[in-house]
């Protein structure tokens, strides 16, 4: 039997203040308190938007190590404009963007084909999953300096050895062809960084939609490229994005395998900042050619963040 709460009201009062309380199944708007971002926004822009604005500062002068006893003088844009009319300067940006180009579509595919190859339960599945990831951990110099030394080496590494084993003379990669080198370091280094986004995002396929393609005797070709490659397309997206930015900041791994050489034949654009920075001496055009780096980099990084939000849409 239903009991039925009386409402005992006081003397004058209404009914109305029973009324205008909130009913218990209606859920409450929350309000996030913006104040607790503060102090993370000031540690984040204290940490990487304070250097940047001294860079910009330092671009907009000329200033020499070299000569101490010439003054640090206001130069505009003569420093940006110094490498705008340089040809040396459109050979460094048309290595940087190939080398990251062909890297980065290196990393998609293989990462990509790879993620497939670990998307299967099988035996010891978890192991290789987790030595596919070893290079991704292993610093840039530690690696350039274990390839350079003990596999490209032509009298000591193993590709030497091997050529000797074979009686064929060994041909120095790292002289003659520096840029295949970096962009097979480059590829060896974020491959797993791809594939640990791409594994993420093939796991996050329904079962039953791949269970669906195979009772609808959809093949290995047509499931692979036109269901699970669309159904990932944001994952591709956000590694390339990434990726962009890791590969094309990479300094170590060039700085102690081919030195930026032979002559200026592997430089890219971070390296040619260090070039201007410690053999030229010229503060200045370092930080015009950083800050160049820095707006390439932040319009390639939009447009990708463009597609993702168009593709989400």
């Given at each position: 039997?239903?009991?039925?709460?009386?409402?005992?009201?006081?003397?004058?009062?209404?009914?109305?203040?029973?009324?205008?309380?909130?009913?218990?199944?209606?859920?409450?708007?929350?309000?996030?308190?913006?104040?607790?971002?503060?102090?993370?926004?000031?540690?984040?822009?204290i940490m990487t938007q304070v250097p940047f604005a001294i860079t910009i500062i330092y671009s907009c002068v000329k200033w020499n190590l070299s000569r101490?006893?010439?003054?640090?003088?206001?130069?505009?844009?003569?420093?940006?404009?110094?490498?705008?009319?340089?040809?040396?300067?459109?050979?460094?940006?048309?290595?940087?963007?190939?080398?990251?180009?062909?890297?980065?579509?290196?990393?998609?595919?293989?990462?990509?084909?790879?993620?497939?190859?670990?998307?299967?339960?099988?035996?010891?599945?978890?192991?290789?999953?987790?030595?596919?990831?070893?290079?991704?951990?292993?610093?840039?110099?530690?690696?350039?300096?274990?390839?350079?030394?003990?596999?490209?080496?032509?009298?000591?590494?193993?590709?030497?050895?091997?050529?000797?084993?074979?009686?064929?003379?060994?041909?120095?990669?790292?002289?003659?062809?520096?840029?295949?080198?970096?962009?097979?370091?480059?590829?060896?280094?974020?491959?797993?960084?791809?594939?640990?986004?791409?594994?993420?995002?093939?796991?996050?396929?329904?079962?039953?939609?791949?269970?669906?393609?195979?009772?609808?005797?959809?093949?290995?070709?047509?499931?692979?490229?036109?269901?699970?490659?669309?159904?990932?397309?944001?994952?591709?997206?956000v590694a390339i994005m990434l990726g962009l930015v890791f590969i094309i900041k990479e300094f170590g791994l060039i700085l102690v395998t081919t030195n930026?050489?032979?002559?200026?034949?592997?430089?890219?654009?971070?390296?040619?900042?260090?070039?201007?920075?410690?053999?030229?001496?010229?503060?200045?055009?370092?930080?015009?050619?950083?800050?160049?780096?820095?707006?390439?980099?932040?319009?390639?990084?939009?447009?990708?963040?463009?597609?993702?939000?168009?593709?989400?849409?």
């Amino acid at each position: 039997m239903e009991k039925q709460h009386a409402v005992l009201l006081k003397p004058g009062e209404s009914t109305s203040k029973k009324s205008a309380m909130p009913p218990r199944n209606r859920p409450l708007r929350e309000h996030t308190d913006y104040r607790y971002l503060i102090p993370g926004i000031v540690f984040v822009a204290i940490m990487t938007q304070v250097p940047f604005a001294i860079t910009i500062i330092y671009s907009c002068v000329k200033w020499n190590l070299s000569r101490p006893d010439i003054a640090v003088t206001f130069a505009g844009f003569a420093n940006f404009w110094f490498f705008l009319k340089s040809p040396e300067f459109w050979e460094v940006l048309w290595q940087t963007v190939l080398i990251t180009g062909v890297s980065l579509g290196l990393c998609t595919i293989i990462g990509f084909l790879m993620a497939l190859l670990l998307d299967n339960e099988v035996p010891f599945i978890n192991v290789a999953r987790t030595l596919i990831l070893g290079p991704f951990f292993v610093m840039s110099t530690a690696s350039g300096v274990i390839w350079k030394t003990t596999i490209f080496n032509t009298t000591f590494g193993w590709y030497g050895v091997l050529a000797q084993k074979l009686h064929f003379t060994p041909v120095d990669w790292i002289s003659y062809h520096p840029v295949g080198v970096i962009i097979l370091l480059f590829v060896w280094q974020w491959m797993p960084f791809f594939v640990l986004i791409l594994l993420a995002g093939l796991q996050g396929i329904s079962r039953d939609l791949i269970d669906c393609m195979h009772l609808d005797g959809v093949n290995w070709l047509q499931g692979t490229f036109l269901i699970k490659l669309p159904l990932i397309s944001n994952q591709v997206r956000v590694a390339i994005m990434l990726g962009l930015v890791f590969i094309i900041k990479e300094f170590g791994l060039i700085l102690v395998t081919t030195n930026g050489g032979p002559g200026k034949s592997s430089y890219t654009l971070p390296f040619y900042v260090y070039y201007q920075t410690v053999y030229a001496n010229q503060i200045g055009r370092a930080g015009a050619l950083a800050v160049m780096t820095v707006a390439l980099t932040l319009i390639l990084i939009r447009m990708l963040y463009s597609q993702i939000q168009k593709r989400s849409v």
